[in-house]
């Protein structure tokens, strides 16, 4: 019934383009689509004549004799058909790949076509290049622009190999220069190249990267009802073993295809000091004026007052009631940006209209003037006439001249910039993380309880993301803290590049940072689809991988999300509940998010529970091991076991792994269970040896605090001497995301270990970020191809081509190959037909006790 249900699925998915297009064709004038061809064969095959070929020439027109296209090729260039594209001048690219770059201007289409990866080439007579270390200094041939140049140019940075690319315009041009051995290289995707290796003298090597899909694409916002509609088809033609998909890739693919501070009571001092000097300075004025230097005794004294004025290093002015200036000193001059002598012959408008700012130091002239008026004390923030900012302590005191009896203003401006700088740098010492200048605990608790608070009286919503960054310790205990430390501040950089500019971007300490968006949807749900795609969006960003010190680091974070008010009402609780949200995106496996939700409090409860039991398990003999088979494809015979860990609770009963494991990770009590494992797998061996006279080979996983553990290898020593046991017959699974994130030391480290003589396996292979090139430099026996690609085959092309792809990888390296997962016959077939050596998953055992293994698989030998 269910194939039945999906035939039909097929059918109707199948019809339902034809069904909605029809009608369209014939209502609807001629859609005339610009597509760009370039010589890829045998995807596509130019011709001089107009009569292009290639498998997706005859899947494109295949859907314009159905949709009532008019299809206009445009013979291009690879890097004409980049610019074209940017220019919207044509409609539609076919055989491209997807790039964050190029994502920029165009749009792609969903569903691929085929899956494709890049493939080195070199001339026969060349020597044979294994690797890319093979091609230091050596110049290779690429397509400019092509996503395989790009990535190859990307993998000899990422290894420090300094390769001399040669760009050319087309594949054609780049294997040419290869066959006349003008270059030692060339590169394409593999489809492409084998097309050519009839055409030109070329070999390829076992060097293999990067499986790309092959997509549509479109200018951008311009053609999604073409990408939409070519989705259509390939979502019902693939389903379809008879449909024109499966025609035309059997016909061209084949079956396989500094100032002081001055106290409060010294400024009051020297205001009054001044003001006497002013007073004097003003009497002088008046008597210089009126009896014209009448004595020379009173000019000396003038000028020695005013020498001593301008000595001073504080603004000091005087003005009258007809807005003149008629006092001011040197500080004064250059504040306003006039020379001393013009303040002779100036006034409080002048002055305004050189300094529009000027006008607040004029604000209380007019009050002060009255007869009742007293003096002013306040502090400004002003600019001067070179734009720079000024603090002020303002003095200002009316006066009375002794004879004239003109009422006067004298200002008195203390100069307080440095000691206001220096109380902000300490508030900003106060408010900020040392290392990364980000806002700490003290500043973000202050904005999210203002956030909080507008939220509530606005009634929109808020949300705050509690980052962690996985596994940061190990890269702190083995590449040093001053390492750790960069990549906080790389990551503090990359955090705030991804967010809004009014959003908040805090570090609590160690590897902790808090993310806050304010002023979000009002709907609460719409708020949390915000703050998802922020989340998604620097998941990504942050895997993107960092250079630090010269070599290449990979970090991925667990993040927890809380919506304010929905989830909490106060920043103590706000806090609290990202945290919780954290841990429960850990606890799933770590690399992702987690909403709050009310349940996850009782589970983090337990997770507390779990933690305080988890350190007398070991002494109160709670683990135990089963074992699961791995049999050989030839004879179905056992050929090694994989030590599974359990945990008998006493009160809780059996607790499944996925639920202890991380825990034990996160509070280091993995290190003494993984050394359990170890001593209870090599016990077992010695126990089999000597009751059968053999034992198959035992696998055990290691994690990231037992590679970071310097003891690791001594501990691994010290077990096989200690049972006597060859040490061949252990097998250490380590994953290949932990090898990378540790490059250099977890490479010493499996050599240090393989010189012991026990196996080394990669586990999950085919989800992280190994390639060919880096596997030559592991000391590994076995290569285990993740479950999630075996669980989607026969069926899914992509999966299938990676699965065919490592099983070949595994062959060209001399090593081992094991499948997980295999649940059912048809994963069994497929991947025998490919040559799978060993096979291991509840298609044969579930994980079983030393008793029935012995039953099972060691009493009949």
């Known amino acids: 019934m269910k194939t039945l249900r999906l035939y039909t699925l097929g059918i109707v998915i199948l019809l339902a383009p034809f069904a909605s297009t029809a009608n369209a064709a014939e209502a609807q004038p001629t859609k005339t689509l610009r597509v760009a061809i370039l010589d890829a064969p045998p995807a596509l095959i130019p011709s001089d004549s107009g009569n292009h070929s290639g498998f997706l020439v005859d899947f494109l027109e295949e859907i314009a004799e159905r949709e009532n296209w008019r299809i206009q090729w445009l013979y ?12 919207a001048e044509l409609d539609l690219i076919p055989f491209v790949a997807y790039s964050r770059e190029r994502a920029e201007f165009l749009d792609y289409n969903s569903i691929s076509y085929i899956t494709g990866w890049g493939q080195v080439y070199i001339h026969p007579d060349e020597q044979l290049l294994e690797n890319i270390f093979d091609f230091e200094g050596k110049t290779i ?58 055409r030109f003298n070329i070999e390829r090597t076992p060097i293999v990267f990067n499986p790309s ?115 001011a000193n040197r500080y004064a001059a250059d504040f306003f940006g006039l020379p001393l002598k013009d303040f002779d012959d100036i006034n409080i408008e002048q002055l305004k209209s050189r300094i529009p700012e000027a006008s607040k130091l004029f604000e209380e002239e ?43 203003v004298v200002t008195v401006g203390v100069d307080i910039t440095a000691s206001k700088e220096f109380e902000q740098q300490i508030q900003h010492m106060a408010q900020h993380d040392s290392l990364t200048g980000l806002p700490n605990r003290l500043l973000l608790n202050d904005r999210i309880s203002q956030s909080l608070a507008l939220s509530l009286r606005h009634h929109h919503n808020g949300a705050v993301l509690f980052i962690d960054l996985d596994f940061f310790k190990n890269i702190n205990d083995s590449l040093g803290h001053m390492t750790g430390d960069k990549l906080l501040v790389e990551v503090a950089k990359r955090l705030e590049d991804n967010v809004r500019s009014g959003d908040t971007v805090a570090r609590l300490g160690g590897d ?113 091991l089963l074992y699961q088979p791995q049999v050989a494809a030839s004879d179905g015979k056992l050929v090694g076991v994989e030590a599974l860990i359990r945990w008998n609770h006493p009160e809780q009963g059996i607790i499944s792994p996925l639920e202890f494991i991380p825990i034990a990770e996160d509070n280091g009590t993995i290190i003494n269970i993984g050394n359990w494992v170890l001593k209870k797998a090599c016990e077992q061996i010695k126990l089999w040896l000597k009751e059968y006279g053999s034992s198959p080979i035992v696998s055990v ?16 020593s010290e077990l096989v001497a200690k049972e006597q046991i060859p040490a061949n017959l252990l097998e250490l699974e380590v994953t290949e995301t932990l090898i990378i994130y540790e490059e250099k030391r977890s490479i010493e480290l499996l050599k240090s270990l393989k010189k012991l003589g026990v196996r080394i396996s990669i586990d999950d292979f085919g989800t992280g970020y190994s390639s060919l090139n880096h596997l030559k430099k592991l000391p590994l026996d076995k290569l285990k191809i993740d479950r999630t690609f075996v669980s989607d085959i026969p069926g899914d092309p992509d999966s299938e081509t990676i699965v065919k792809t490592i099983i070949r990888m595994s062959q060209d390296l001399g090593l081992e190959v094991t499948a997980e997962g295999v649940e059912t016959i048809e994963q069994l077939e497929f991947l025998r037909e490919e040559k799978c050596p060993q096979f291991q998953g509840y298609y044969f055992d579930k994980p079983l006790s030393p008793m029935v293994i012995q039953d099972k698989y060691l009493e009949q030998k």
Not at 76 to 87: D, F, S, V
Not at 368 to 387: E, G, H, Y
Not at 556 to 585: F, K, N
Not at 599 to 609: C, F, N, P, T, V
């Open 701 to 716: 996983n290691l994690s990231a605090l037992q590679l970071s553990n310097g003891d690791l290898v001594e501990t691994i």
């Open 76 to 87: 291009l260039k690879w890097p004409e058909i980049i610019n074209t594209a940017k220019r």
């Open 366 to 408: 007019e009050y002060l003037l009255r007869k009742d008026a007293i003096a002013v004390d306040k502090q400004l923030k002003i600019k001067d006439s070179n734009q720079k900012i000024t603090y002020f302590n303002i003095a200002k005191v009316p006066f009375v001249g002794r004879y004239s009896r003109v009422p006067a």
């Open 512 to 624: 902790e940072f808090i993310i806050q968006l304010s002023e979000l949807s009002d709907n609460a749900e719409d708020a949390e689809e915000d703050a998802v795609t922020v989340a998604k969006k620097l998941l990504k960003v942050l895997s993107e991988g960092f250079r630090i010190n010269g070599q290449s680091l990979h970090v991925t974070a667990s993040i927890g999300i809380v919506v304010y008010p929905r989830d909490a009402d106060s920043h103590e609780l706000i806090m609290q509940r990202a945290d919780t949200a954290m841990y429960h995106a850990k606890a799933k496996g770590r690399n992702g998010f987690a909403i709050f939700k009310s349940d996850m409090e009782a589970i983090i409860m337990r997770r507390q529970s779990l933690e305080n039991d988890l350190h007398k398990a070991i002494f109160n003999s709670e683990f135990y």
């Open 213 to 327: 899909k092959v997509l549509f694409a479109s200018p951008k916002g311009k053609n999604g009802d073409v990408l939409q509609t070519i989705d259509n088809y390939l979502e019902g033609w693939k389903d379809d073993p008879s449909s024109p998909y499966y025609e035309i890739n059997e016909r061209w693919l084949g079956k396989d295809g500094s100032n002081t501070f001055l106290p409060r009571w010294l400024l009051y001092t020297l205001a009054g000091l001044l003001g006497l000097l002013i007073i004097t300075t003003l009497v002088v004025l008046i008597l210089r004026k009126q009896i014209r230097k009448k004595t020379a005794d009173l000019a000396d004294k003038t000028d020695q007052i005013k020498q001593i004025i301008n000595l001073i290093p504080h603004m000091i002015y005087a003005t009258n009631v007809n807005g003149e200036v008629i006092l």
């Open 141 to 198: 041939a690429v397509v400019k622009d092509e996503i395989y140049a790009i990535q190859f140019a990307n993998l000899c940075a990422q290894f420090d190999i300094i390769c001399h690319l040669k760009e050319v315009q087309d594949y054609k041009s780049a294997f040419a220069l290869l066959d006349k051995r003008l270059v030692d290289g060339a590169v394409s995707g593999n489809l492409v190249g084998y097309s050519f290796e009839k």
